[in-house]
């Protein structure tokens, strides 16, 4: 079974993803971690991707496409694949069809993690770490027991991402509206893709999930 995630930064896509990947033996495909490992492979096409990068400009979608064609080539049968931060356009959605069908494969479903962006934005900006051990915590849903100390390490310093601020997230979210409006209508119109309340809680999601890789939900 081989799947797109949509949603903004901050939905919940990764956490979603890698439990698909434990739960059923997927494989997560995303584009910057597939671009980022291929560079530093020594390959031809990783040499040509750190040509590009180097010079600072955007990757073509033809090395792209290579790339995905190359990484679903490499996957076992029984394997999915879960596509995450591609496509962003019509003609690489056109692209995939492509690319999957040449490895056998079809795309089965889309799912979109729909949410509030005002209640994401409170969700993203509230987030820290522990700087010691990574424990994560929210100014507003979970804070330390003790103020100031980790509930696990019992460390007494945190920080928090220097991009998880309003202005940073609502460009982000803007930008993720503009790249896939182009390509919900191509999927809605084929009738795979199903929208899930990205708000809800991650079993809840994750649940939501399922029941659409199952087929015991109704799609959108």
Known sequence: MNIILLGPPGAGKGTQAERLVASRGMVQMSTG?????????????????KAVMDAGELVSDEIVSALIDNCLAALKPEQGAIFDGYPRTAAQAGTLDEILGNNGRRLDHVIELHVDEDKLVTRIVGRYTCATCGAGYHDMFKQPKVAGTCDVCGGHE???????????????????????????PIYEARGILTRIDGMADIDTVSAAIAAVLDGTQTKA
Do not use: C, H, S, W
Not at 33 to 49: F, P, Q, S, V
Not at 160 to 182: I, S, W
């Open 33 to 49: 971690d597939m671009l980022r490992a291929e560079k530093n492979a020594g390959t031809e096409l990783g040499d040509r991707i």
């Open 158 to 184: 945190f920080k928090r991402r220097a991009d998880d601020n309003e202005q940073t997230v609502r460009t982000r979210m803007a930008e993720y509206r503009a790249k896939t409006a182009p390509v919900i």
